[in-house]
């Protein structure tokens, strides 16, 4: 009696079992979504403070008139080190 119910009705059942999956599946990405998005946000100052460091190490090149190509003396700089 179960195998003739299953027989007669796997294609009902298989629909909902891949309804089921996909809509478990569809909430899954909503939450990672939410996450990823949160994560940018929170690293937003960051990438602000990055893009600021850059473009002063590339401006840099004196420092109280010496040339300081290398980079950690750039970084110094930009970073307030000095007087």
């Known amino acids: 009696m179960l195998k ?3 027989e ?3 294609y009902l059942i298989f629909a909902g079992l891949s309804t089921v999956s996909l809509v ?3 909430i899954s990405i909503i939450s990672l979504s939410r996450s ?3 994560i940018s946000i929170d690293l937003e100052p960051l990438s602000t403070w990055a893009e ?3 473009e002063c190490i590339t401006k ?3 420092i109280d008139g010496k040339n ?3 980079i950690p003396s750039k970084v110094w700089s930009c970073n307030g080190g000095g007087q």
């Open 4 to 6: 003739e119910l299953f």
């Open 8 to 10: 007669n009705n796997k």
């Open 24 to 26: 478990f599946t569809s």
């Open 36 to 38: 990823v998005n949160k």
């Open 52 to 54: 600021s460091q850059n």
């Open 60 to 62: 840099t090149f004196r």
């Open 68 to 70: 300081t190509q290398g």
